[in-house]
């Protein structure tokens, strides 16, 4: 059992996934993993073209379990200095720690632990978040912190 700071690691294939969401638009989300304590996998790829309601109802099938969520999310922003322009549509990388409350003690203290790793690893993502149930994961909630700014 790995100690405090877990001692789990990213694994290859969950950085380069993460690299077609950020710098080719593979996919528009990620659901990552904790492979048997040890490493952070990737466990569904979301297509290009899913909504957050898709990935909302792909999480439905985590309502006991932790995982870690990357989304590709769409914003509208003012551009600055200028009241003529029609706002513009950024994407933020949103990187989210899910953790139920139904799922085990054990577990979320493995997915707590381990974050730090995955956040290293996926250099760019724009906010984090924790959410432990779906009201937390709303699109209001996560559109209202993305307008608060990074991190």
């Known amino acids: 059992m790995p100690g405090p700071a877990s001692g ?15 710098k080719d638009k593979k996919y528009r989300y990620i659901i990552y993993y904790i492979k048997e304590e040890k490493t952070i996998e990737v466990e569904v790829r979301g ?3 899913a909504t957050y309601k898709d990935f909302l109802l792909t999480l439905q ?3 006991s379990e932790c995982r ?11 551009v600055g200095g200028n009241e003529d322009k029609p706002p513009m549509t950024v994407d933020r990388l949103v990187l989210m720690t899910w953790c139920p ?3 085990k003690i054990k577990q979320k203290m493995l997915y707590s632990s381990s974050c730090d790793a995955l956040k290293k690893a996926l250099v ?5 978040v924790q959410a432990c149930d779906f009201e937390e994961a709303d699109e209001t909630v ?7 700014g990074g991190k």
């Open 61 to 63: 099938n985590y309502k």
């Open 101 to 103: 409350e139904s799922s």
């Open 8 to 22: 789990v690691v990213v694994s290859t294939d969950s950085k380069n996934v993460y690299d077609e969401v950020k």
């Open 47 to 49: 297509e290009r073209e």
């Open 124 to 128: 760019g993502t724009y906010k984090y």
């Open 142 to 148: 996560i559109v209202d912190s993305l307008k608060k």
């Open 68 to 78: 870690y969520c990357l989304f590709d999310f769409p914003v509208s922003v003012d």
